[in-house]
């Protein structure tokens, strides 16, 4: 008898472990499915964040990630100061005080020629030996990747420029006419020097305050968008969809 009630005792108490464990493990279940419920909206609340124009990486990943990002964005504060102070110089020299391309490469390939002459045959009279001057080579890589990455973007253009005369994109033509409409208007206010150096300085300035305020700058963006998207259908409706589409379209199609 005795050894009927402990093994009774015994099943007992292994049925009740077994319950116990599947109650932990139902509770565990429904535990992480709720964090999955919990964490999932936020996620999906990140990922549908707008960013100014569409982009998905960080402004330093945009600017390619190397050494023009960190100039562009401030990195290093003495490289960036140094590379506007330089515009700057160049813009202040071309500009305000109206000097020549041409005159300022010849002023400063005299000046570099008479100290190399003098210093050459200063040091000839003084170690009784010539002096030993540097060759200066250019390395070929570095042009050839520019002269590769000036052809890529060059064709991508000549193939946008071709799929919008083709009128397939009425939006996308019309935003390029307006865009060189108002680059023709800002070219009649300035010459290209200046209006370089202005683009210039943009560039070393609008992004980085992007980055520090782009949690501001992007809700206002997605407003804006909106409402430029709103005022398009209504000048789609009104405008663009009672001009007559012609038989070359298409064709092209």
Known sequence: MADQSESAGSTVESVTEKISEKIHAHDSSSSDSDDEKTVSPSSSAKAKVFRLFGREKPVHQVFGG?????????RNKKISGGVLGGATAIWVFFELLEYHLLTLVCHILILALAILFLWSNAYTFIKKTPPRIPEVHLPEEPFLQVAAALRIEINHTFAVLRDIVTGRDLKK?????????????????????????????????????YEKHEDKVDPFAEKATIEIKKQYAVFDAKVLSKIPKGPLKGKLA
Not at 186 to 201: A, D, E, K, Q, R
Request: charged share 5%; with cysteine.
């Open 173 to 209: 033509f019309l935003i390029v006419i307006a865009g060189l409409w108002v680059i023709s208007i800002v070219g009649s206010w300035c010459n290209f020097l200046t209006l370089f150096y202005i683009s210039f300085v943009l560039l070393h300035t609008v992004p980085v305050l």
């Open 66 to 74: 190397g050494k023009p990002a960190d100039v562009f964005l401030w």
